[in-house]
């Protein structure tokens, strides 16, 4: 069946550092990639997606780019707030229409230290 | 333009009873998905409804099940309840058969179960 896996976590990291979240998938043919952040105490937010290889999302500084050949979906930001604390999912929407529930990662929890 | 909501933001529950947990679509969507996000963990996909049917099924038991209103809003029910039900439990919403792949979630609801 289809996965996706992230990078351990906490990552902590101290403000305007470079941030990367590795994300790596397993599903067939050509699924739709996403990351969505969650803040404490609150759902689950869109922060960017992919739909097809090669396709860059980008969102409020965060760009991740669909790998086909690689199967990833790495998530980068060149300057860090203290504000991006939060716990970061990759996700994945299988290929093909109708019925689309998303399998995600476990979660990658992001800490920025001023 | 109201997003998801759902209700209630907490319950408390104990082993062996009954749990109804209710979901209003982000304006024009008409696809419901459920997830279960135990502590630390990603969210699961339990089952997506549209049209008032059940289309897709992730890997949980008949306690759980679920229904669809014609205004498109959703119930989640869950019979029996064991201790390991205790989660935040999701609710997206989403509109795929109209090009809206991307799901919308809601705040959630935290059940505990005792």
């Known amino acids: 069946g289809d996965s996706v896996t992230q990078m351990e976590g906490p990552v902590t990291l101290s403000e305007e550092a470079f941030l990367t979240i590795n994300c790596t998938y397993t599903?067939?043919?050509?699924?739709?990639l996403f990351w969505y952040v969650q803040y404490p105490g609150e759902g689950l937010q869109l922060l960017l997606k992919?739909?097809?290889?090669?396709d860059k999302g980008s969102n409020k500084g965060f760009e991740a780019t669909y790998r086909k050949e690689t199967t990833s979906f790495h998530l980068e930001k060149g300057s860090v707030q203290v504000s991006d604390s939060a716990v970061y999912f990759c996700?994945?929407?299988?290929?093909?229409?109708?019925?689309?529930?998303?399998?995600f990662g476990k979660g990658t929890h992001l800490i920025i230290q001023p | 333009d109201a997003g998801v909501t759902q209700s209630p933001t907490h319950l408390i529950k104990t082993r062996g009873q009954q749990v109804t947990l209710r979901c209003s679509p982000k304006s024009g969507h008409d696809t419901v998905s459920w997830y279960q996000q135990a502590l630390g963990q990603g969210p699961q996909f339990i089952f997506q409804y549209y049209e008032e049917e059940e289309r897709q099924r992730g890997n949980f038991p008949d306690r759980f099940s679920g229904h669809q209103f014609p205004n498109y809003s959703s119930e989640l029910n869950v019979n029996a309840l064991l201790l390991g039900d205790s989660a935040l439990y999701l609710c997206?919403?989403?509109?795929?058969?109209?090009?809206?792949?991307?799901?919308?979630f809601g705040p959630g609801t935290r059940l505990t179960v005792t």
């Open positions: 996700a994945l929407r299988p290929s093909g229409g109708g019925a689309d529930g998303l399998t």
């Open positions: 992919a739909t097809k290889a090669d």
């Open positions: 599903a067939t043919g050509y699924p739709s």
């Open positions: 997206a919403s989403s509109s795929p058969d109209r090009g809206s792949y991307e799901q919308y």
